[in-house]
């Protein structure tokens, strides 16, 4: 069966870098484009990063650009999201999932578990 699981997360200083990983099985992961979501208690989810099956495009939240990147491996059925310059307001369960088509803005189908991401000193 389809299956996303994230790893990664964990305890990061202000200022300090994480990097995800998302790897997936039990579909054609290079045919599908992946994203990157976020959701803080108490706040709605929220969109941050999506890569086409190929990497030929990348879809940015504005509240991320400068900082967080995306990057995936097909070879590998991983994708990435590489944070940097981490701040306390990313705190978070950070998620990847598989969209339904393979370019960004066509919506959602599989979700992992969500990897927790806290930013404190």
């Known amino acids: 069966q389809v299956q996303l699981v994230e790893s990664g997360g964990g305890l990061v200083q202000p200022g300090g870098s994480l990097r995800l990983s998302c790897a997936a099985s039990?579909?054609?992961?290079?045919?599908?484009?992946i994203g990157w979501f976020r959701q803080a208690p108490g706040k709605e989810r929220e969109d941050l990063l999506c890569i086409s099956s190929t990497s030929s495009s990348v879809d940015s939240a504005r509240s991320v650009q400068g900082r967080f990147t995306i990057s995936r491996d097909n070879a590998k059925n991983t994708v990435y999201l590489q944070m940097n310059s981490l701040k306390p307001e990313d705190t978070a369960v950070y998620y990847c999932?598989?969209?339904?088509?393979?370019?960004?803005?066509?919506?959602?189908?599989?979700w992992g578990q969500g990897t927790q991401v806290t930013v404190s000193s």
């Open positions: 999932a598989t969209a339904l088509r393979d370019r960004c803005r066509y919506g959602y189908v599989y």
């Open positions: 039990g579909f054609s992961f290079d045919a599908y484009a």
